[in-house]
């Protein structure tokens, strides 16, 4: 017998994972605050409901996938959330980014319920949400995990669980951070480059074939080329994720100089206007500080 | 006709990409200060000269690999160094990492002499030097590139020409920054997780499906498994490659926040003892300066 | 006609402050959690309340002055805190530094209860509060600000409003910053120094004639020459403003590349274990991030 | 007796330094590229040289202030340069900022002719050099030092003899540092208070108070609450002077993250055109990097 689903939250992210599970064939009822782009999934075989509380109370698993952490809050707590609509022996997972102090808050506020509570942040933007090609960070009660691996299945080409709530939000930042990282040192290096008049084609070129060409190095190549950002991942949420990893790094005593250099950096480029453009306009803000533009 | 070449410096990497050379045919005479490291050659084909002077005197085409800028002014400038045994017509390639600004002195010092010089330093180490899988970046006279591309198809899987003498050089720096500050970031992100309680086993098979994976990421997971860092490429090659690229920054107004937190990483890890490492020991670095060993 | 004066919090500071205004003829009633500390101050001519409820309900104007915002949190709003024994008129001051969001936060829940909310965090350590040469800086009402200056006179040299609840704390993080950037840069000096081979005490005694001379530079000279860092300050706590800076910054979009590379190294000075040593200990950390000891 | 001086370098430094030696009685004969800027001081007693050749065969002492490294060179070792002009028994000496590298290189080649060499930069801008408040910093044999005492008392509050050549230069570039994090510091401080929407003047005043205020701090509150940055000390100055520190930090092997942070800010104003400024300046780059302006 299949989990009937829960979903809350049809923002960039939340669109293409609610259809692929559509696809698959499983039974999502949705929620969203602007109720229009909830009545869009009708047609693909979604039902509607009215408040989180209302989506908790027809459903088994509630999955959330919010902006933030407020988002998120109100979702599961506000005047009619989740939190009013759970009984015992159903699931919440929130798939957002949200850190590691939320979610350890939700599980033990469900765990009051009897209800089990997943984080399950994911690795991946827009394009490996519509390709079911995710890379998925659980925390929480490992049997839940199990039980929901076949969501997974459909959502990414990889889960992993780390270990109780909190881990795979942990995780999440620790990935997230290298992720921002990489691209700060890739708009340095080009930055460099231009200023030493280099061809910015064929340097791009030749990283994509060095050891340093992560996927994402070659993915926002076009985008770099192009010097247009429309957002995959906006630069405000890398921003917002950085801040969140060197919140859970002081507390937990990790220092990470480059990463808060490159934070420092996305701060600013958030200040100067870039925040919802991609995370790639870091590039832009850089060119900016050197006076490429 | 094929080109005579000579070879000097029979280092971690000159020794694979002399052997390729030889096996690839090529006619090779090779020095090397340590002269038991060039008679081993003998029996592979290559023939040995006594001095670089005298190995200029006997060959096309010079090429040099070795440590740094202070050895590379030494067999080309010194006693009996390559300038003093060149020709016109003849062409002097360098292949070490040594910045922008000592090419470009040399490039001037043999054209006086009707000599080419190209410089082409390599993006990987001492496996992609065995397997002829290195990245070569060019700088200096287009039709010199043309001529030796035969030599770089054996040594490297790709080979840039960036423009004029210098840039080549460049390039080199933009590139090994971003291999730095990968590495880096790769760091900072497993001493957060093992800080927050992560298995950083875990942490690295997923990092290793994420957009982040470069192949250098890839390649260093078993060496971080081991937690042992013998050098492929010793992280004081790269504390002195992130040096020269922020000296060309400086100069070119290039302003590189990440590049030099990494860089200054570096520095403590090389005074701490970790210079003759692996690149790859900053992770040991960064952990300490955590508390976490 | 004099307020009557509670006073909670019988730390470092506390103990100070507190004889300040008993020896300059102020009713004060003392609360702290270790009531032994709260007796020994009955000699001196103060009450002693049995909880910060109690001791709210006895005086005029309650002051705060605790390490962080979890133990203001509990002596506000625990069982038994100030907010159950306030009446309407009566005056709130937390001189603690706990960042502006704690104080925005009691600021409106005083005023529900008629009570006035004044923050006003000091910049000064243990010295400082004995002399009575603090300065203070306010947020909030500016007639409760001008009613309560007889007793800030007492405890500092100057004290300045700032404005609304929020923006005394606000100038308290950007003094704070100052500071722990001040003592890096001087640490960052001397390590150079030591590393290059000079006599500290004559490179101080030379910085100590500059224009770089900040009173803080000239009063932790003789704990750096006898290599000895107790705690005046503790370094932990300047991590802990440092941090608070920082997620005001991001708030505001304010970028801060010297600050966050100074409080990456309080951390890590943090996770080595000087954290309960004075803030000067950063340099004791930094000495051995380069390998000097 | 006493000795006669030749002056090189009448930029900012040198004109109040000469003309401070001249109302003291010393015996001047000066030398500047722009010889008109040489004339000028004829009517305060000065003798002209031609070259610097004429000027070292005319003088027993030889003392160079000089904007940079490459200014050094062509004035000691040039075609009409000071090398050309000495005997044994004279002494150079060098008063500008151009690191250890090229002054142990100078006491190298004067002391094969018999000729003493001390560098002596000054801490200190064009005020201090009016009011003979300078701090000058030593290097190089003491009896030199010792004889040139009544020099250095005439032009300076106060100066140090760090030990041998090129530790002088050393002790320049640590307090330089120093002031350069000192003002980076302030700055963030006051983008952050700004972006709080915190009175600049109330916090320059607060900060003005505090442990925190150097004389550099107090110096500079006119012309930040002016917005204005004339040049006293220019930025472009202080941008060389931190690689110079960085360079030897390199060599040393001393790790400087709050230097390197702030030395990226000055490389990025320098190349948003802020270089002919004053120091100061690096605050209108930081507040244009964080939106304000």
């Given at each position: 017998m299949t989990l009937k689903l829960g979903w809350i939250g049809l923002g960039n992210m939340g669109q293409p994972m609610v259809t692929r599970l559509l696809q698959a064939g499983f039974d999502v009822t949705v929620y969203n605050r602007t109720r229009a782009k909830a009545e869009a999934f009708v047609e693909q075989g979604a039902k509607v409901a009215n408040s989180p509380q209302e989506l908790a109370e027809q459903v088994d698993t509630v999955i959330t996938m919010v902006a933030d952490g407020a988002t998120l809050e109100e979702v599961l707590?506000?005047?009619?959330?989740v939190i009013h609509g759970v009984r015992a022996g159903q699931t919440v997972i929130d798939m957002s980014t949200v850190g590691p102090e939320p979610v350890r808050f939700a599980a033990e506020a469900f765990l009051q319920r009897g209800v089990k509570f997943l984080e399950a942040p994911v690795s991946g933007s827009v394009g490996p949400a519509k390709e079911g090609t995710l890379v998925i960070l659980v925390g929480g009660e490992e049997q839940a995990y199990e039980q929901h691996k076949p969501v997974f299945d459909v959502l990414g080409k990889a889960s992993f669980h780390f270990g109780e709530s909190g881990q795979g939000a942990q995780a999440k930042l620790a990935i997230n951070l290298l992720l921002g990282v990489v691209l700060q040192g890739l708009s340095e290096a080009l930055v460099l480059g231009s200023k030493a008049g280099l061809d910015r084609e064929t340097l791009l070129r030749a990283i994509g074939v060095?050891?340093?060409?992560?996927p994402i190095v070659l993915g926002k190549t076009p985008s770099i080329l192009a010097g247009e950002?429309?957002?995959?991942?906006s630069l405000k949420h890398m921003e917002k994720d950085f801040g969140l990893a060197l919140d859970e790094a002081k507390k937990v005593e990790a220092a990470l100089p480059a990463t808060s250099a490159a934070h420092q950096t996305y701060v600013a480029a958030k200040a100067n206007g870039?925040?919802?453009?991609?995370?790639?306009a870091v590039l832009a803000h850089l060119e900016r500080m050197s006076g490429l533009k």
């Open positions: 707590y506000g005047e009619s959330g060095t050891a340093c060409a992560a950002y429309p957002a995959a991942f870039l925040g919802d453009q991609d995370i790639m």
